[in-house]
Structure formats: structure tokens, C-alpha cells
């Protein structure tokens, strides 16, 4: 455990106000939200206990499991009092135990039959990200959306593309809530791999030379971007509204497809058509 499950717990226990768990609240308090003694005891467990637990200090207490982490028991009632969703409360039990370093390492390309599938999704735009949101393959319908294609390699990164593209304002009419998912869902990825030097490199290239991605990041948010609707201003087709879904690759556990999945009928379908029909043009 390391500093980001005490920067984590903090962040949480600063949005509780006392009385929301029919706590008493006495004059003037020097931090927002619960305190630790507060909290541990609300959890159950002694102050000491969760004061090492949030100092990252490696706590000894009967609490812990025969291998040395923290149980399923304590993370699941500091879980309930810090009113933790589901996303959250996974993300506390993979910074409060951190898989062993040397794990092999993420895939970088697309297999064969991926891109195969990707290409045959001729209506709906779709691209491979890794846990670190690289794109690592696309469709001709993505590419013609987004110039995947346009970009090298280094800026073929979807919160590079965010935080720092001057174009990304226009792209996403909604930027500010791009922006926060992007980075709710990349501090998520991070806490499940907290070995990965990559990762680690990234956060702190766009922490270095964005102000709006160092400040989402120190508001500590996890949240998974598996499926919703984006909206984006395209050059050539104007408004879109896309819906999206994320699938899982069999045999490939740091790849996910993002395929945008637009209403049947809708003006974005039509509006996407002939994106298609202007790509088999020019391919033509």
C-alpha cells in the first residue's frame, strides 16, 4: 500500500458530514467530513488500526488476512461507512491490496481476428483500448470519426486526446464531463495495476502540463466508462449522438472494444452512412 489508498480514504471520508451517520457535531472542525476515529469507530475497528490502514503503514491487527492484507471484512464495513459505490468499493480493495509486481506485461496489439471483427462493423464505429485507453486498433468508421490514423502512436492515447488536443473542446460539445469520466476511469485502471510504469508516466506527463487533468485527478473519482452516450461534433457530419458499449476480449484481459452503437433510423445513423459512404469513396 502506498500513498493513494490514504489520499483515497481521505477524499472519502472529507464528503461525510457527521450527522449523516447520526453522529453529533461539535463546534468547529479543522477538516471537512468524518475523522478518523470517527470512522474506525463507525467500522468496528480500533482507531490505531485504521489510522495505519490510511498512513499506508501496513496495519497489525487480528483484522488481517493469514497472508498479511487487510480482510474482505474491514475494507467491506469502511466500504459501508464511507458509503462507497460499487466502483469505489472495488477500487479500495485493489489499492489496499496491490497484485505482486511482474506481472506480464499488457498486450500492445490487436490480434488478427479482432481487427477482422472491427472491420466488419461497417455501421458502427469501433476501436481496441488497453487499460491505459491507448488505441490500439480501429475500424475505417472510427478513423474517419476520430483520425486515429492522423496520430502517431504517443498521441493515440484518449486522455492525451482530451487534456491535451487544442481540437477536443470542439470534438465533445460536453468536454467537462469528458473529461471527468476519462479521468475517473483511468485512476480506476490504475489502482487495479499499481505496478504499471506506463500508466504511472502518463498521469504524470498530463498532471505536469494540464492544470484541469491535475485537478480532476486530485478529486480522487473511480468510475468505469463500460457503456453510456457520448456526444460529438464532427467536422464533416455535425452533432452526433452515440451511444456506447464496451466488450471484454477473451484471451487479452487489458484490451476492451468500444463499439458506438447509434439508434437505428436516428439522424446520427444517417449522419454516420454517409461518413461511411464518403470513407468507401475515398478509399475508391
Not at 4 to 11: A, H, K, N, W, Y
Not at 145 to 159: A, V
Not at 253 to 269: K, N
Amino acid at each position: 500500500m502506498d500513498g493513494e489508498l490514504g489520499d483515497f480514504l481521505r477524499s472519502r471520508r472529507a464528503r461525510i458530514q457527521p450527522e449523516e451517520v447520526g453522529l453529533p457535531c461539535y463546534g468547529r472542525r479543522r477538516v471537512p467530513g468524518l475523522r478518523r476515529e470517527e470512522v474506525a469507530q463507525l467500522a468496528g475497528v480500533s482507531v490505531d488500526y485504521y489510522v495505519r490502514l490510511e498512513q499506508g503503514r501496513g496495519p497489525g491487527d487480528p483484522s488481517r488476512t493469514k497472508s498479511g492484507g487487510v480482510s474482505d471484512a474491514v475494507l467491506d464495513a469502511v466500504a459501508r461507512v464511507l458509503r462507497l459505490d460499487e466502483a469505489e468499493h472495488a477500487y479500495l480493495r485493489a489499492v489496499a491490496r496491490p497484485r505482486r509486481a511482474g506481472s506480464a506485461p499488457a498486450a500492445s496489439r490487436v490480434r488478427p481476428g479482432v481487427q477482422l471483427l472491427l472491420d466488419g462493423m461497417d455501421r458502427n464505429p469501433a476501436y481496441v483500448l488497453d487499460h491505459r485507453m491507448d488505441v490500439l486498433g480501429w475500424n475505417a468508421l472510427a478513423d474517419a470519426l476520430l483520425d486515429f490514423s492522423g496520430s502517431g502512436c504517443h498521441e493515440r492515447n484518449i486522455p492525451r486526446r482530451i487534456f491535451l488536443d487544442p481540437t477536443a473542446h470542439d470534438l465533445y460539445p460536453n468536454w467537462a464531463a469528458i473529461a471527468g469520466q476519462t479521468v475517473a476511469h483511468l485512476r480506476l485502471q490504475a489502482g487495479h495495476r499499481p505496478g504499471d510504469a506506463a500508466t504511472g508516466e502518463l498521469v504524470a506527463e498530463l498532471s505536469r502540463v494540464s492544470e484541469d487533468f491535475r485537478r480532476l485527478w486530485a478529486d480522487h473519482l473511480v468510475k468505469p466508462c463500460d457503456h453510456g452516450v457520448k456526444h460529438l461534433r464532427h467536422p464533416v457530419t455535425g452533432l452526433l449522438t452515440l451511444p456506447y458499449e464496451t466488450l471484454a476480449i477473451p484471451g487479452a484481459p487489458d484490451q476492451t472494444i468500444v463499439a458506438y452503437t447509434p439508434d437505428p433510423g436516428s439522424e446520427t445513423a444517417e449522419r454516420l452512412a454517409l461518413l461511411g459512404s464518403w470513407v468507401t469513396s475515398r478509399a475508391g
